[in-house]
Every structure is written in structure tokens, then in C-alpha cells.
């Protein structure tokens, strides 16, 4: 068995890689989907049978959907649920198509299949990016559709009639004179057709369950204590592990003194890894105390010798490089000669930790002849091939049950947990459940990386940008994901929105300036290369209207006049918030505006000051127009959490590096929102027929920078870093 | 061995003294609902009632609490009350992740127990202790109003 991290196989990265430059460099970025999302091997599994409608009689229809002989339908979801509600929302999909109610729906998780369950967008087995409902879209209907007219001319079938008489209605067929069936009774006749090439979704106004607030599937038991996460799984003879990596990423073991640990009562065994040492124990306590009894000499390595000034210094040394040039349109560098005025500005943003309340966990068995993982994971395909990586198994010997996620925003993207709970496991006879302590969860994340973005515009007369010079300065999550950049050299996540601003610009050259930090390894959040591009320009337009002497929304109004939908937004925001009416003495507003993950949001934070630097939050208002909505509920639900994930981080938080080591260990020090400082989030819909755009990562793209722009309006002071504490400010 | 009181049941536990109450009730009594998130206090993830009160069985050891009476998410749906506030939680579909959310509805619940006037300041001094990483306060807030109406404690 293979002791060292995991690299996946070279041919499902090259897929992995394809995918992703095709989704983040092309597909997604800037471009509206087309109102049909681009097929996936799944969709195209559907349409033509391969795995789909009448696989198997046992399990009645297919990849996505299937009918029981109870009449109960059993929708296999390709995306996991870690509370944006996807699973209900893709229900809904199925649920209109199929002419079924909601409660009759069975929800199963998708096991790894890459044929089957890839997400087109994403172009492998994942659960991220905001892509889920705009993926699910088409395929999630057309199976359940094409479940529906299969059942219909089963019925027509058996009542030796024309199917264009009949009709689906709860689960039922209705005959031409008042015939009734349902579905259970039909389908092993409709399992025995093959699949129709002539499917038609309904049309939105025949929609009865699609963009209605329907009532979330998961919720009843996530209130009563029985909903059950990896954390809570309990299997026969399992015994709980918690491990300890070494402090310092890139650091090993170098001695163990085991002997104090061997004392705690419940403790089994010491597993020593390279850069590991894990303890399994009968109980979760006596882990933690079995882990806090080791005496552990550490080899720290290298990165011991870095601290955050390093990395700063490192990124501001970087900003003054011209890297890879990302896009090119127009003659910036003669603009910038020509123009009346320029402006430049620099944004920084700091390493940040996902930090989901559910600690890292992991259910492993590993036998001899295959390996059993119970984990709630955004990747199960990668899940997979770690654990078979590190086993040695073959990857179709390894199951993975795929668990309902206590919190992920990009955390369980990564599987370093996975492969460290497979690496333990596979050290001992008995399934285990590894459980880190918040302490090792924190200290041992993937860092959305420390980011340095210097803006040079070129400014007219009128005070207005003829074109601009961005420079992006990070690591590259991408390279770290895959393996490597793309040929461009571009990291195509990073340069996302900032290759593609929505302002009219004659002129833009975007320059990606690849400084990786070393000291920890970086990773994806709630939205990445979105957030921060987002985040530079719009304080940098912010700070161009002002210059100005503009309105920063009138401003705005006059780069956007090519794109009407940001402006039906903008003037929606502008009428809930009376933005032309003064605001009272002491008070500030700010907004910022974003075409992100396939929505348009406008966010607007009103504050007032409470002294020199004490920061209240009077109101927080959001408009989203993400196209066609399956659940406003849940729309709603994801703004206003968002919206508020992004506030704590703009307002708290940031990763600190000292001596290698990751410095914020719990909450006390890496500060979350709370109640009473949360204020409400307004959010209002734009009511739309376009195609359904991403909403879990977009309210969080624009807080940043319209709490910002809302400090520099309430205390006349520009603000440039996040985050806001850092300056000195605090929560009145 | 220690005697504990459960959500009704009386348990001998065999466990050491400082075992905090949290790891009892989940890896011993096999209750789940209750949650780990910290072990520090500040989440609030893992909050039961002892004798009604809304404490944090992360920090608590077990022997401090032999005698008393300790109630978990599991053992509240008998009460009227705490019905209210399990609808209103899905009434107002407050959970996203829900892993918080047996945590913030028994400090809720607490507060709605011993409180006869609740207002927006009562809701951030008895809930400010439990954190949402998903952010569902507007919801919190609008859930537990909702139920302070229906028994008439709104005070605004």
C-alpha cells in the first residue's frame, strides 16, 4: 500500500484538465449559457439509453430516475447537499417533468460514475461553482420527462389506445374515458420500450412545482437531532481515529513517543505516518486526549522559515511584474499614454479558511478485497481513487457512500482528509471514523489564497475609464487542483470576471502573475478568481466615480448601457433604497454590481458611524436576477447566507503565518458573524425567463466590495485591503 | 461509573470524570443530534438543556452534571413548545446545512422556556452564542419571533 499523498491517474487528469480550461476559460466566464445547457455524458446517457430508462426491471428506470412498483420514485442525485438545497431544488425538476408531487420522491445520493454523473459545466463528477441548477437544468428534466412518456404509452398500451390521449398527473395516467393507473402498475411494461427520441420539455408557463417555494425535502430531520452527518455514522466494531499533521505544510515525523498516550483509557493503537501521527481509540475523547498525551518530535522543513510578511512582501514585489498576459483587447499601453488622467490602485485580500462547522470527518473500512468510504464529499470520483490509490484496490472495489455535508464552501472539494482517514485505516483491521478537532481542522485547511490585484486605468475627460491595466498576483488553486497550469500559463479560475468585466472598455489587458505562497497549500471557497476580481473592480470603479465627482450608480449606469438586464438590476436596487434621496447625516452607502456564476447581482450597504472608526450596518439589500428560478425559497435562502459569508470573512477574517505555521486555531481567533451582529439581508428577484443562473457563491461575490465603498462614503476613507478590521475599524 | 439523567432515561456510563458531556451523549449514549464543532464554547453546536438551562456539553465535564437533568435535541419533541419552534424552523426554512441547528433550537427554545417578554435584544443575548456558518440568523430571528407571537411574549 502506498504511504505517499495521492496523485490521481495521469489520464483522468488530463480529462479533468480539458474540462475545466473549457468550463472556467470559456463556457462560463462572461458568456451566458445558451437556455439548453450543452449536453453531458449523462444527458447524452439518457437520451440514448445506454444507462437510463429500462436498464433494469429490479430497479425500474434509470441514471437520474426511478419509478418502484410501489410508485415510489427513487431520483439519484448527481449533486451532493451541504445546505443549498439542491437536492430539493433538482426534485422539483424531476418532479414537474414526471407529474409526480414531491413527497413522492426518494432521494439517493449518485455513487462515482463518470459517465453517468459529470457535470457538464465542470466536465467531472463534482458539486461546486454554482453550477448545480444550471447543470441539472436540462438532463434532470429530460429524465424525468422521459420516464413520464413512457409511462403514458404503457398505459395507452394496456388500454389499447393513442398515447396523445392520455395524460400524467400524480403519478398516475388518465385515459381518453376516464381511465386511471398508476405508475407502480405500469412500470415493468414501460421498462421493456426503448427510449423515445422525440422527448419535450414543458414549456415555463406550464410549469405547477417549478418556481414555487417548495418546502425543502432534508429539512425535517435537521431539526429534530435525527438528520445524520459523516460525523454522527456509526458501523459495527468502528473505533473513532483523530490524527495530528505535522504544523508546518511540507514538515514530517520525526520520533514518536507513544508511551503516555498508550495510557489513555480507551486508546488502541498509535498510527505513525510520514507526516502524520493518528490515534484510534473507542471514543472521540479519549482520541483527542490520547493525540494531546503524544510526545512528537517534528522535522518542520523549509517553510518553518516563513512568516505572512514574506508572503506579502512576496506579492508586493509580484504586482510590479508583468506575469502572463491573460487578455489583451485594444491599445492599453497607448491609452495609457494618450489619457488625461490615470489612476492606479491596489487590492489585497488574505489567505482564508472554509471552516464548515462539521470538522473534517471520514468513515473508512478497508478489507482485502475492497475499501468501504461513508463521507460526505463534493467529489466522489476523486474519493474513489484516492482511496483506491492508496489501497491499491481497484477503484470499482472501493464504494463511497456519499453523506448530506455539515457546511462545505469548497472544503470538501479537497479529499486530503479522505486519503489521510484511507492511509490510517488501511494501517488497521477495523472500520474507523476519523475526526479532526477544530483545532486541526483549522491549522490544516486549503487556504482560498492571499491575493495582491494593482489596477492603472486610463481616465478621459469626462472622468471616465477609456481602458485598464489588472494585474492578479496569487498561487494558482488550478495548478494545485490539477497539477499543473494550462499552456497559457493562465490560471484561468484566477483571471475569471477580470478577463470579461461587464464595463465598456475600449482597452484591457489582464496580466496573471503566478506567486505561489509554498507555506500552505491553496484551495477553492465560496467562489474564488469571481470574488476577487470582483472585489478589485468594483472598488476600483467605486473610487474612479468618485474621482470623479459622479454618483457611483449613475457612474456605473453610463459604463453599462450595452447590458440591460445590469441595468433593469441596478435601477431595481436604486427604487428599493431610494438611492436618490439623501442619506442622514453620519450615514454611508455602497454598492457593487457583478455578472457572476451566471447571475446578475447589485448589492447596496448602508452604514453609519458610530465614532471615529465604529461601524454599524444600517441595511443590506441584494437584487438577483438568476434567470429562471426553480425554488425562490431557496434562492432567497442562498443570498441571504451568501451575502452574510461574505460579510464576516470582509469584515474579520484573514490567515496569519508565522513560523509555518497556520496561527488562527479556532474560533476565538478567526471570528464568525454572529446573530447579533448580523443584520437582516433584503433580497428581491428580478423576474426572469433567461436561463437559470448559479446563486450559491453570488451573494457572496459583491459584499466585499460594496462594504468597502460603503466605509470610504460613511468615513471618507478608501480602504483597500480586507480585511475591514485590519484598518482598525470594529462592529458598533 | 456515573448516573445520568437523558432526556428521561437514567444511564450508567462508565466513562473518566472529565469526559465533557458532549462525547458522552454522542459516542456513548449514541445520541447524535447534538453537535461537535468546536470544544471551546464558541459555537455553540453543541448546546443541551441542564435543569432547562441552555449549556455547552463540549466544555462540561461529565461528572459535574451527575444528578441533574439533561435533555437533548432528541428528547424535546414531546413538548408542545418545542413543537412550536421545530415548525417554525421549518415554517420560516431556516436550516441550510443544518448541522448548527439542534444547537441554535435549543438555545432557542431555552430562551422561549424561561422568558416572558422577548424582543430583538433578547433573541442576540440568547442566541449570539451559537454560531450559523451558513448564516441563516434573519431566518433564526424571524423563527423565533414568530413563535414568541403565538404564545404572546413579543414584546418589541
Not at chain 1, 1 to 14: G, N
Not at chain 1, 214 to 224: C, E, F, G, I, S
Not at chain 1, 520 to 536: E, I, M, Q, Y
Not at chain 2, 28 to 39: A, P, R
Request: net charge negative.
Amino acid at each position: 500500500m502506498k504511504d505517499q499523498q495521492v496523485k490521481l491517474e495521469m489520464a483522468s487528469r488530463r480529462r479533468f484538465l480539458k474540462g475545466i480550461s473549457a468550463a472556467l476559460g470559456g463556457l462560463v466566464v462572461g458568456a451566458w449559457l445558451p437556455p439548453m445547457a450543452p449536453k453531458s455524458a449523462a444527458a447524452e446517457a439518457v437520451a440514448q439509453g445506454k444507462a437510463s430508462l429500462g436498464d433494469s426491471l429490479a430497479d425500474g428506470f434509470g441514471a437520474f430516475v426511478r419509478v418502484g412498483h410501489d410508485g415510489r420514485v427513487a431520483l439519484i442525485s448527481p449533486k451532493a447537499e451541504m445546505g443549498q438545497g439542491i437536492q430539493t431544488g433538482i426534485a422539483m425538476m424531476v418532479a414537474e417533468e414526471l407529474e409526480v408531487g414531491l413527497d413522492q420522491i426518494d432521494i439517493q445520493e449518485a455513487p462515482p460514475n463518470a459517465e453517468l454523473y459529470t457535470d457538464a459545466l465542470l466536465q467531472f463528477q463534482a458539486t461546486g461553482g454554482s453550477t448545480s441548477t444550471r447543470y441539472t437544468w436540462e438532463p434532470l428534466r429530460r429524465a424525468g420527462a422521459t420516464a413520464r412518456m413512457l409511462l403514458v404509452r404503457a398505459a395507452a398500451s394496456v388500454w389499447e389506445t393513442d398515447s396523445n390521449l392520455c395524460h400524467a398527473r400524480d403519478g398516475k395516467v388518465f385515459g381518453p374515458t376516464g381511465q386511471k393507473i398508476s405508475y407502480g402498475e405500469l412500470v415493468d411494461l414501460a421498462a421493456t420500450y426503448a427510449l423515445p427520441d422525440d422527448v419535450i420539455l414543458k414549456r415555463p408557463e406550464d410549469f405547477h412545482l417549478i418556481g414555487t417555494p417548495a418546502t425543502r425535502l432534508d429539512t425535517p430531520t435537521k431539526v429534530n437531532g435525527q438528520a445524520k452527518f459523516t460525523i454522527d455514522l456509526d458501523m459495527p466494531g468502528m473505533l473513532i481515529t483523530s490524527a495530528r499533521a505535522c504544523p508546518v505544510y511540507g514538515g514530517k515525523v520525526r520520533q514518536v513517543d507513544d508511551k503516555a498516550a498508550r495510557r489513555v483509557p480507551g486508546v488502541r493503537d498509535i498510527v505513525i505516518l510520514e507526516d502524520v501521527v493518528a490515534v484510534t481509540a473507542t471514543n472521540t475523547w479519549a482520541c483527542f486526549q490520547g493525540l494531546k498525551a503524544l510526545n512528537i518530535e517534528w522535522d518542520y522543513g523549509a517553510n518553518s522559515k516563513i512568516d505572512s510578511a514574506v508572503v506579502d512582501q512576496k506579492l508586493q514585489d509580484a504586482i510590479q511584474r508583468d506575469g502572463v498576459i491573460a487578455t489583451e483587447k485594444g491599445a492599453i499601453d497607448a491609452s495609457l499614454q494618450a489619457a488625461s488622467s490615470k489612476f492606479e490602485a491596489v487590492y489585497e485580500q488574505p489567505f482564508l479558511s472554509r471552516s464548515p462547522l462539521e470538522p473534517m470527518s471520514c468513515v473508512v473500512h478497508v478489507r482485502d478485497d475492497g475499501c468501504d468510504l461513508w463521507v460526505g464529499t463534493q467529489v466522489p470520483g476523486f474519493a474513489q481513487q484516492t482511496a483506491a490509490a492508496v489501497t491499491g484496490l481497484k477503484p470499482e472495489q472501493v464504494k463511497v457512500h456519499n453523506q448530506w455535508i455539515g457546511g462545505a464552501f469548497g472544503r470538501r472539494l479537497d479529499f486530503d482528509f479522505i486519503t489521510q482517514a484511507v492511509r490510517i485505516a488501511s494501517k488497521v483491521s477495523y472500520p474507523v471514523k476519523l475526526t479532526w478537532s477544530r483545532e486541526e481542522d483549522m491549522t490544516h485547511d486549503l487556504y482560498r489564497p492571499q491575493y495582491a490585484d494593482r489596477m492603472t486605468a486610463a481616465v478621459n475627460g469626462e472622468g471616465f475609464p477609456v481602458g485598464w491595466q489588472h494585474r492578479i498576483a496569487g498561487g494558482s488553486i488550478f495548478a494545485r487542483y490539477v497539477g499543473s497550469l494550462p499552456a497559457s500559463g493562465v490560471d484561468p479560475d484566477a483571471v475569471e470576471v477580470a478577463v470579461d468585466p461587464i464595463y465598456k472598455l475600449d482597452s484591457l489587458k489582464v496580466h496573471f502573475i503566478r506567486e505561489e505562497p509554498e507555506v500552505v497549500p491553496v484551495s477553492w471557497w465560496r467562489g474564488v478568481g469571481v470574488l476577487r476580481s470582483t472585489f478589485a473592480i468594483e472598488c476600483f470603479v467605486d473610487e474612479l466615480a468618485h474621482n470623479a465627482g459622479k454618483d457611483p450608480l449613475s457612474y456605473r449606469k453610463t459604463l453599462l448601457a450595452h447590458k440591460p438586464r445590469v441595468l433593469t438590476a441596478l435601477d431595481l436596487l436604486a427604487s428599493k433604497v431610494a438611492w436618490d434621496s439623501p442619506v442622514p447625516r453620519g450615514r454611508g452607502r455602497g454598492l457593487a454590481v457583478g455578472e457572476v456564476f451566471g447571475s446578475i447581482v447589485v448589492t447596496m450597504v448602508e452604514l453609519s458611524a458610530i465614532g471615529e472608526k465604529g461601524v454599524r450596518i444600517e441595511r443590506l439589500v441584494t437584487v438577483v436576477d438568476c434567470g429562471l428560478v426553480t425554488n425562490p425559497t431557496s434562492v432567497k435562502a442562498q443570498m441571504e447566507g451568501g451575502t452574510l459569508f461574505g460579510l464576516s470573512a470582509a469584515l474579520f477574517n484573514e490567515i496569519d503565518i508565522k513560523g509555518g505555521q497556520v496561527q488562527q486555531e479556532n474560533f476565538h481567533a478567526y471570528r464568525q458573524l454572529r446573530i447579533s451582529e448580523a443584520p437582516p439581508v433584503e433580497v428581491h428577484i428580478v423576474p426572469s425567463a433567461e436561463a437559470p443562473g448559479g446563486v450559491g457563491e453570488a451573494g457572496t461575490a459583491l459584499i466585499g466590495p460594496a462594504l468597502l465603498n460603503a466605509v470610504n462614503a460613511t468615513f471618507g476613507d478608501r480602504v483597500r485591503r480586507l480585511p475591514l478590521v485590519r484598518s482598525g475599524y470594529f462592529i458598533a | 461509573m456515573l448516573t445520568l439523567n437523558v432526556n428521561g432515561t437514567t444511564h450508567q456510563v462508565d466513562v473518566p470524570g472529565d469526559m465533557p458531556l458532549l462525547w458522552v451523549i454522542r459516542d456513548i449514549l449514541k445520541l447524535t443530534g447534538t453537535k461537535f464543532g468546536c470544544g471551546i464554547a464558541q459555537c455553540g453546536a453543541c448546546t443541551v438543556h441542564m435543569d432547562g438551562k441552555p449549556v455547552r456539553s463540549c466544555v462540561l465535564p461529565v461528572q459535574s452534571v451527575a444528578g441533574q437533568e439533561i435533555t437533548t435535541i432528541e428528547g424535546i419533541s414531546e413538548k408542545p413548545l418545542a413543537r412550536k419552534v421545530q415548525r417554525a424552523w421549518l415554517d420560516h426554512e431556516v436550516a441550510q446545512c443544518g448541522y448548527c441547528q439542534s444547537g441554535q433550537i435549543m438555545s432557542a427554545l431555552a430562551l422561549l422556556n424561561d422568558q416572558t417578554s422577548i424582543n430583538d435584544h433578547a433573541i442576540d443575548l440568547a442566541m449570539a452564542g451559537n454560531l450559523c456558518r451558513c448564516a441563516t440568523y434573519t431566518r433564526i430571528r424571524e423563527a423565533i419571533k414568530d413563535v414568541s407571537e403565538s404564545v404572546g411574549v413579543w414584546q418589541p
